[in-house]
């Protein structure tokens, strides 16, 4: 285990990090099977499994490398990669059975002015999450199950982060309250992967301290990539908990931030009870007791010339400890999906037979 001074040193760098650059972070609503045997199977050795000369399955049957011409994969650096050319190659090779697809590109650094993450959601079909109810599936070769696109430019975020957050964006924020930041909790007290403090102190005066996990500061749009589990909130919307667990949130009206960590001025502080919040977005529909709680992603690396084995061991591990059932063995630093949701769900991303036509 990190020791508490080390881990404290980490999680400030870490928040530091998203909370400048977070903001180009962001969610996107696009409002807008018969499998067929292609003789093509996994190869039972472990090694890759070659479906065309520029998609090939990776060692382990972990992930696709989806090589491509430098200018389709510099317009994902640039911020505008074609995210239905991705699924559509997906969905030639393998069944329509995934809920998420998993975009990650093979930046060594971060690109100067590109998000760290995007999550490009193509449907909806769950009431009183704050989103209206659509399907633009089609338009990425489904017949109905894909819920959303995700791309990261860095294979290292699906360890340190924003993949929790990037995952909670096909969940909210659709307006379930009220925020200065679109598409996250901005300041308000949900305190998750899309912002928020967890705990406010009234200074008087209209001033106020918002605090993340015992500390002073917080962020309006991420709270530290993945070094935070989801919040109250967040669980519900994700269909993790029940109406009669879901806590009041508190918003700021007319909020500004101010010098020092977390400080800021408001008008006032207005309370949304749980009941205020499901009479204003509805009854969630699924309810817990009904609601999904395994899903399927598929991970394609995009690259420009084919992944050494050295890559796809490396990106396999961390894609293992992301959706493992337990702890990973990354550490107690960073939370894995299962330890985000109180171990309530489970993502599996390993490509069986049965995903393929």
Sequence with gaps: ML???????????SFIAFFVFCFLSCSKDDDTTDPTDTGVDPDPSGEQTVFAEDFILGKDSKLINYVLSEADYNKFIAGNGDFAMVSKKVYEYLNDNFDFIFILSVETE???????????????????VGSSIYDNT??????????????MPRTEYIKNGPFLHEIMHYWANYNFIPTTVGGHWGYSSVGGQLGGFDELIDLGGGNYQGKIDGEDGFGTFANGGNTLAYGNLELYLMGLIKESELESVQVAENPQAVAGGGKFTADKITTFTAADLITKNGARVPSEENSQKSFKGITVVISTSKLSDERITAINKDLDNFTKKGTPDWGNFFFNFWQATGERATIEIDISQANIK
């Design 3 to 13: 020791k508490p001074q080390l881990k404290q040193s980490l999680k400030i760098l």
């Design 138 to 151: 089609a338009s990425y070769g489904s017949k109905g199950v894909l819920k959303s696109v995700i791309h």
């Design 110 to 128: 971060q690109p100067n002015g590109l998000y760290y993450g995007v999550n490009q959601k193509v449907k909806n079909d769950i009431e009183g």
